[in-house]
């Protein structure tokens, strides 16, 4: 959408009146999809069920007056398989008119993806159904994925939204925090549910909310761990335990830098790079003050820091009066 994905993020207010243009530039048709949202049934944008399908080079207007509050999605509903796998998704935040009680400070928005791209190719294949191999925070794997970065004390919102072919439990780390809402809008404090991981089914969002009081660097990453790492190959032998003695030197002479891997487990793939076809990543990556993390794929550092004055990178914490763990 605009040449990006997720598209751009719109926001508006409950109440408002919203007159959204869509112009197809695609090479088939398509449509958009309020996901979530209370409005006429022409409106709804099903392909054929509620209005025509916008053909390419036209443009269509969507109008509606927004009758609630809370984190909603667009998307085509129209061929969705090929134009979702493509990357067509991203959020509609409706703030309440009265403003968030209590008030927030921090508001995060991450769409959770993921992908097969083939080795050596770049288009992602909508054809695959179960077997992803790249899994994205707002179409990023770590290390490239945004660090969140909150100063200490401040009450954050983070909205998840899913339109994958998976459910992606996401975790954080050194706080509890509760599922204030859904895309079915928000949910009364009374009946708030204290987490530590929020899961997000696919064609929902989920909103997590917590005061930001653990100053450090905390993971936050989907708890599926295959998501939590980038391209591998699943069918491979499982070699842990296995004594590969002697084994290098017999298949090296087949095929030259070969390496016996995997006995121990797979740490090392974390610190090594063996290389691979254009336009691949390593399986395992992202370098720490302590070493390799060893992660890939929806994985990012929520960073919370005291004294802070702006919200650019603040590099890795320093432990000032923390405790880390160390030999003994
Ligand atoms: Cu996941």
């Not at 049934?41 to 209005?51: A, E, I, R, S, Y």
């Not at 550092?301 to 650019?312: A, F, H, P």
């Amino acid at each position: 959408y605009n040449g990006q994905t997720p598209g751009p993020t719109l926001e508006a207010v409950e109440g408002d009146r919203v007159r959204i243009l869509v112009t197809n530039h695609l090479p088939e048709p398509t449509t958009v999809h309020w996901h979530g949202f209370i409005l006429p049934n022409g409106m709804d944008g099903v392909g054929g069920l509620t209005q025509k399908h916008i053909p390419p080079g036209e443009t269509y207007a969507y109008e509606f007056t927004l009758k609630q509050h809370g984190v909603q999605m667009y998307h085509p509903h129209s061929d969705e398989m090929v134009q979702m796998a493509m990357g067509m998704q991203g959020f509609f935040v409706i703030h309440p008119k009265d403003g968030y009680k209590p008030a927030v400070d921090r508001h995060f928005c991450i769409f959770l993806q993921e992908w097969f791209v083939e080795p050596g190719t770049s288009t992602p294949n909508p054809n695959i159904m179960t077997d992803f191999n790249l899994f994205t925070f707002n179409s990023r794997v770590w290390p490239g994925t945004d660090p969140l970065v909150v100063k200490l004390n401040q009450r954050v919102r983070i909205s998840l939204a899913n339109l994958s072919m998976d459910s992606h439990p996401i975790h954080f780390h050194g706080h509890h925090g509760w599922l204030v809402g859904t895309d079915g809008g928000p949910v009364p404090q009374s009946a708030w549910v204290p987490q530590t991981t929020i899961n997000v089914p696919p064609g929902t969002t989920q909103t997590l909310e917590f005061v930001a009081d653990n100053p450090g660097d905390w993971a936050f990453h989907c708890h599926k761990n295959h998501h939590a790492m980038n391209v591998m190959n699943h069918e491979i032998a499982n070699l842990i335990g296995v004594n590969q003695e002697g084994v290098s030197e017999k298949v090296r002479s087949l095929v030259p830098g070969y390496m016996a891997m995997g006995q121990a487990g797979m740490h090392e793939m974390s610190e090594m790079n063996m290389g691979g076809p254009k336009n691949t990543l390593p399986m395992m990556t992202g370098t720490g003050q302590f070493g390799p993390i060893s992660m890939g794929g929806m994985f990012t550092v929520l960073k919370i820091r005291d004294g802070i004055t702006s919200y650019e990178d603040p590099g890795w914490y320093k432990h000032p009066d923390g405790p880390v763990a160390s030999k003994v």
